[in-house]
C-alpha cells in the first residue's frame, strides 16, 4: 500500500484564503519534506522537517514524528503560490532515499 | 552558485536507442541519487550512491545503469529505451541520511520516447 498519503488531492482556494496540506505516513520514518513543483519545473524544497514546527513567512509546517504526520499550512494565499506540493519521508528502517505522496494540487484564483 | 545541475534538460529518441543523462552537485554531499517522476507526477526512487557505491538500487529495469566517477557526479545510462521510459529523471543529492537527509533537486531532464 501507499506508505505516504497526502490530503487534499486538489484544492482551489480564492486569493487570500488559508489552506492546510496534511501528510500522514504508514511506517516509521527518519524524516520528512515538504517540496513545491509548478508544472514543468524542478522539485523546490519548502521545509526540511524532522520534528516539530518551523515557519517561513506564510507558510508553517508542524511534524510529528511518533504520530507518523505532517502538515503544511499556508496562510493568506496568493496566485503564485499555485502548484503542486509533495511531502516526502525517509522510511525509518532504510536510509538513502525518499518515499514520496502523491501530491496537492493547489490552484489560488484571483 | 552551489546547486545540483543536470543535462540535456529535454530529450527526444526513438525505441532502442541509447540515451545518457549527467547529473552533477556542488554541495559538497556525500549521497546522490536518480528519481523518475511518471506521467501521473508520482516520485519513485530509481538509485542511491553514497560516496561512489551503490546503496539502493529499486528494481529498476537492467536497461538502466547509473555510473559514478566521484560523489559530485551520478549519470545515469538506459540501453535500449522503451515507450514507458518516457518520464522525467530527476537527480538529487543530501549529505547524509536520517536527521541529515537534507535532500536538494536538480531540473530534471525530461525524455519522450517515440
Known amino acids: 500500500g501507499q506508505q505516504v498519503q497526502q490530503s487534499p488531492t486538489s484544492l482551489v482556494l480564492q486569493e487570500g484564503e488559508n489552506a492546510e496540506l496534511q501528510c500522514n505516513f504508514s511506517t516509521s520514518l527518519n524524516s520528512m519534506q515538504w517540496f513545491y513543483q509548478r508544472p514543468g519545473g524542478s522539485l523546490i524544497s519548502v521545509f526540511y522537517?524532522?520534528?516539530g514546527t518551523k515557519q517561513s513567512g506564510r507558510l508553517t509546517s508542524t511534524t510529528v514524528i511518533k504520530e507518523r504526520r505532517s502538515s503544511l499550512h499556508i496562510s493568506s494565499s496568493q496566485i503564485t503560490d499555485s502548484g503542486t506540493y509533495l511531502c516526502a519521508m525517509e522510511p525509518g528502517n532504510m536510509g538513502y532515499k525518499l518515499t514520496f505522496g502523491t501530491g496537492t494540487s493547489l490552484l489560488v484564483d484571483p | 552558485e552551489t546547486a545540483v545541475f543536470q543535462t540535456p534538460n529535454y530529450h527526444v529518441t526513438q525505441v532502442g536507442n541509447e540515451v545518457s543523462f549527467n547529473c552533477k552537485q556542488t554541495?559538497?554531499?556525500?549521497?546522490m541519487y536518480w528519481y523518475k517522476q511518471d506521467s501521473k507526477k508520482l516520485l519513485k526512487i530509481m538509485f542511491s550512491y553514497n560516496n561512489k557505491q551503490l546503496i539502493v538500487n529499486e528494481t529498476v529495469p537492467r536497461r538502466f545503469s547509473p555510473q559514478s566517477s566521484d560523489k559530485a557526479h551520478l549519470n545515469l545510462r538506459i540501453k535500449s529505451v522503451e515507450p514507458e521510459d518516457s518520464a522525467v529523471y530527476l537527480c538529487?543529492?543530501?549529505?547524509?541520511?536520517?536527521?541529515?537527509?537534507?535532500?536538494?533537486f536538480g531540473s530534471g531532464t525530461r525524455l519522450l520516447v517515440i
Open positions: 554541495l559538497g554531499h556525500d549521497t
Open positions: 522537517n524532522p520534528s
Open positions: 538529487a543529492s543530501s549529505s547524509g541520511q536520517g536527521a541529515n537527509s537534507d535532500y536538494t
